[in-house]
């Protein structure tokens, strides 16, 4: 079983910064993709940011430029920096990665229980 644990979520004021981690467990034969996506209330799910296991990185226009994702593949931990937070970054931040958990099964979708991040002064 694949679990995709989060945390560093929190409450931060305008233009601060704040860093999620998010480490994966269990069986796990390979990972590939991992990012992060956030769901606001009322809003769907989108994404953020991703990254490949080898280390190349893709992010929303929305975060170009004060997000940065990053990750341990030694430690299965994938991360996000968050710098010059605004108001309209509030949203339920949710852990994603692409993952193999034997040489038998097909790779799929995991997705951790997502941690609340709120921009607010």
């Known amino acids: 079983q694949v679990q995709l644990v989060e945390s560093g979520g929190g409450l931060v004021q305008p233009g601060g910064s704040l860093r999620l981690s998010c480490a994966a467990s269990?069986?796990?034969?390979?990972?590939?993709?991992m990012g992060w996506y956030r769901q606001a209330p009322g809003k769907q799910r989108d994404m953020v940011a991703t990254?490949?296991?080898?280390?190349?990185?893709n992010y929303a226009d929305s975060v170009k430029g004060r997000f940065t994702i990053s990750r341990d593949n030694a430690k299965n931990t994938v991360y996000l920096q968050m710098n010059s937070l605004k108001s309209e970054d509030t949203a339920v931040y949710y852990c994603?990665?692409?993952?193999?958990?034997?040489?038998?099964?097909?790779?799929?979708?995991?997705w951790g229980q997502g941690t609340q991040v709120s921009v607010s002064s």
């Open positions: 990254i490949t296991s080898g280390g190349r990185a």
């Open positions: 994603n990665g692409r993952i193999r958990p034997s040489p038998v099964v097909e790779r799929g979708d995991y």
């Open positions: 269990g069986s796990i034969f390979s990972i590939y993709d």
